[in-house]
């Protein structure tokens, strides 16, 4: 069950990644037998000996939470299935509420029965005269549904101990049109500064102007928003790199449309605090233009195929010549790989997770997987200078779409699909996952003598999925090795999100590329920082564990071998620390230390114990943590983005270090990870 009350939780242990990429690796080296069989995957019938507790709501439950939510309606006042608008009460979401750690290891060790299963259901409350628009999360259960179902607020995961966020822009679509028809007044301005004039978010003239909105913090009790013109981009798709130079910020705090407002306008770095005052500017002589951003050839992608010599002919292929060596059960999303097993859910948020991860029959990692994509900006324009976003917020999961063989994935990957519920319906992105055994191209280990060559192929399997949020496509990889490794890997590509670039004097108030550098006429690069955060619930020999940093450092030591008249040696030496509380680190300078999760009171046959290295993996670069100190846009909605690793017992009612609300109520956030260091001790307590 689920705890409602925060202090009955049961503890384990948590680790939060800060990272892009990550490797778990044993701290000594393990060979394994490289003469499995070949699989008969596809011919023998594979099946999991538990149950994939995490899996999300199969057709059936989904149909009958909705049936009893809308039973409830009278409480909830919902408008039910295709007569639901924005004006309405409605269901945004149901997916399955993932079952507390604490029950799931009773089932996964035999002790008990499957926990039982729950929902949580969204719901988007309207704006009435005594309260905000809200979105509201609730949980509903035990499932399947009988006369001990019920719908509680679902809470106990939030440490805010709330279970609803504001919502600033309810009827998204009401408010985009409102913006059109607000900024047709100035249509002669935008087609003189601009070429172009606002016509819609579906409009097919490639010169059309979408004003794209950023949502701020509340100011002075408002909703303000700025808002930036664009270039609709439908040659390429390549919106985010046609900025315009004309921002407007809006009052849109009101319930009542027809009490937004423009209040300001910023034009080539002069502020204009009315449309008036902008008009009789534009009026005034010696008003100075900026060069526009326009849609063009450049934003086509480079067709690779032609080129530089030799792009004509047929790059090489991997190939598979005996069939996948893995094998899964599709029901239960389960997968057995050279002594690896685990699970695989599903999220609309955070997309793929892997739970129960086992190697050699023994877990090490109880829960793998995202929970958070943070992208913040800087810049000198109201748009890039408080710019940011938590991808989540978008629905990673949604947006793993399909995935293209042979370049996404190997031709003989193989592609699995995800559903999900949303409103009142259920959708598949089909081939959406692939999974894959992949050969390195250097050795897994190598070793000459006057004899002979001892050699080694390196294969490691791939779970990938591709999640487009926006301008970006983020490759996330799960990857597995034969010496017991694993490593969580994030690439990215897509568009920029570029900034306008001033042409004038004027307009150019920061120094020479103190933001990003020019890239095309009136085009800038930006500067944003990538932090990506992953959870990894550690089970290393056991449920105790304890994080050690074992330090690399200098020292100056005598020795009862060394010459007399020398004294002392300058060397080197381990100093092992155990970190005693929970707390944030970052990767040391010159790796000069190294942190490994281990379990004092299990030894392998030499007395050493055992546990395994936390490292930086090999994605996008060096895994960074947030630049900016104290981000005024960004507030509280990601505190775990100021250090690389983090540590803290797990608890049940602190399951993710953020919430996907986060990102519109970021000085008051649903789940604030600051509150979950708080000095608790963490020496063996399940790292």
């Not at 009955?8 to 044993?26: C, E, R, W």
């Not at 606002?198 to 928003?225: F, K, Q, T, W």
């Not at 994935?409 to 959406?432: D, E, F, I, R, V």
């Not at 970052?586 to 490292?615: C, F, H, M, Q």
Request: glycine share 6%; charged share 20%; with cysteine.
């Amino acid at each position: 069950m689920f705890p409602l009350n925060k202090y009955l939780a049961a503890l384990s242990s948590l680790v939060v990644f800060t990272v892009l990429s990550i490797f778990l690796t044993p701290p000594s080296f393990s060979f394994l037998s490289f003469g499995r069989a070949p699989s008969t995957y596809g011919i023998h019938d594979f099946r999991s000996s538990k149950q994939n507790i995490w899996a999300d709501l199969s057709d059936v439950e989904f149909n009958d939470v909705l049936k009893f939510v809308y039973s409830k309606s009278d409480s909830l006042n919902l408008t039910k299935g295709a007569a639901a608008t924005p004006l309405n009460n409605r269901i945004l979401l149901v997916e399955a509420l993932t079952p507390n750690k604490s029950d799931s290891l009773q089932y996964l060790d035999g002790a008990s029965q499957p926990p039982a299963r729950w929902a949580r259901v969204t719901v988007s409350h309207v704006a009435t005269e005594e309260d905000e628009a809200m979105l509201i999360d609730y949980m509903v259960g035990p499932l399947p549904v009988d006369d001990t179902t019920q719908i509680l607020p679902l809470d106990f995961c939030y440490n805010s101990g709330r279970n609803y966020a504001r919502n600033p822009i309810p009827n998204i679509e009401g408010f985009l049109h409102w913006i059109i028809d607000s900024v047709e007044e100035i249509s002669d301005i935008t087609l003189d500064l601009l070429g172009g004039v606002p016509l819609g978010y579906n409009h097919s003239d490639a010169n059309s102007l979408m004003p794209i909105p950023r949502i701020s913090v509340v100011e002075e009790g408002r909703m303000v928003i700025w808002m930036q013109f664009y270039r609709a981009g439908l040659k390429s798709d390549a919106l985010s790199i046609l900025p315009q130079g004309l921002y407007a910020k809006l009052d849109a705090s009101s319930s009542d449309i027809s009490e937004w407002k423009i209040l300001q306008w910023y034009y080539n770095g002069i502020l204009y605090n009315s449309t008036a005052m902008f008009r009789a500017a534009w009026h005034s002589p010696g008003f100075e233009k900026l060069l526009p951003n326009i849609d063009g050839e450049w934003t086509d992608i480079e067709d690779y195929s032609h080129g530089l010599p030799g792009r004509e002919k047929l790059p090489p292929v991997m190939v598979q010549p005996a069939g996948p060596r893995y094998d899964i059960d599709h029901n239960q999303k389960f997968v057995s790989w050279m002594g690896f097993e685990f699970y695989v859910a599903f999220s609309q948020s955070t997309g793929i997770s892997l739970f129960d991860i086992k190697f050699k029959d023994e877990r090490i990692i109880y829960e793998l997987g995202m929970q958070e994509a943070l992208a913040h900006y800087a810049g000198a324009d109201p748009t890039q200078g408080a710019q940011y976003f938590l991808d989540t917020f978008f629905s990673m999961g949604v947006r793993m779409f399909e995935l293209v063989p042979g370049y996404d994935c190997p031709a003989y990957a193989t592609y699995l699909s995800t559903s999900y519920h949303a409103g009142n319906t259920t959708l598949t992105n089909k081939n959406n996952i692939c999974l894959f055994e992949y050969t390195a191209d250097h050795a897994l280990q190598r070793h000459t003598t006057a004899q002979a060559v001892s050699i080694s192929r390196s294969q490691y399997l791939v779970l990938r999925s591709v999640s487009t949020v926006g301008n970006y496509d983020y490759t996330i990889d799960y990857l597995f090795y034969l010496d017991g490794s694993i490593e969580v890997k994030v690439r990215a590509s897509g568009f920029i999100f570029g900034a306008f670039y001033g042409s004038s004097e004027h307009g150019n108030k920061t120094k020479l590329g103190e933001y990003g550098y020019r890239i095309h006429d009136a085009l800038s690069s930006s500067m944003h920082d990538h932090v990506i955060n992953f959870k990894a619930d550690l089970d290393i020999a056991g449920t105790t564990n304890t994080l050690v940093r074992v330090g690399i450092e200098p020292t100056t030591v005598s020795y009862d071998w060394d010459h007399a008249d020398r004294g002392s040696r300058n060397t080197m030496h381990l100093v092992n620390t155990p970190i005693h509380e929970e707390t944030g680190l970052d990767w040391p300078r010159n790796s000069g230390a190294i942190y490994i999760v281990l379990n004092n009171d299990s030894t392998n046959v030499w007395g050493e114990k055992r546990g395994y290295r936390i490292t930086p993996g090999t994605g996008m670069g060096t895994p960074p943590h947030l630049t900016i100190l104290n981000s005024t846009s960004l507030g509280k909605a990601a505190e775990w983005a100021g250090r690389d690793l983090w540590v803290v017992k797990h608890k049940d009612t602190e399951p993710r270090s953020a919430s996907p609300v986060n990102f519109i109520e970021p000085q008051s956030p649903l789940v604030d990870f600051a509150k979950f260091v708080d000095g608790e001790a963490i020496v063996q307590e399940d790292l």
